[in-house]
């Protein structure tokens, strides 16, 4: 069963920091680009990291030095270390995998909330 799922969600203050992890089965990760994308309360889903099977990252403006992805092929896991996390992080946050020529592929989403 193909099958991504996210976790490591929580509640902090502003400042802290959390660790997503997004779990992935029923697929051949190697070869699966990776991204964690943000939906905010109102606002469209975007991307604020990525990695691909070549490791080359790309982040959004405003996680740059804060947000870190990585990937692991062998437990087949995409992480996301998020640093000095502000209320506008607040969101919910979700593993995509993508293949080109192949549909994309989602988990269902952890929530992050950062209070003031």
């Known amino acids: 069963q193909v099958r991504l799922v996210e976790s490591g969600g929580g509640a902090v203050q502003a400042g802290g920091s959390l660790r997503l992890a997004c779990a992935a089965s029923?697929?051949?990760?190697?070869?699966?680009?990776m991204a964690w994308y943000c939906q905010r309360p109102g606002k469209q889903r975007e991307m604020v990291a990525s990695?691909?099977?070549?490791?080359?990252?790309n982040y959004v403006d405003f996680v740059k030095g804060r947000f870190f992805i990585s990937r692991d092929n062998v437990k087949k896991i995409a992480s996301l270390e998020m640093n000095s996390l502000q209320p506008e992080d607040t969101g919910v946050y979700y593993c995509?995998?993508?293949?080109?020529?192949?549909?994309?592929?989602w988990g269902q989403g952890t929530q992050v909330t950062v209070s003031s």
């Open positions: 990695i691909t099977v070549a490791r080359i990252t």
């Open positions: 995509a995998a993508h293949y080109s020529g192949h549909d994309d592929l």
């Open positions: 029923g697929i051949t990760f190697p070869i699966y680009d």
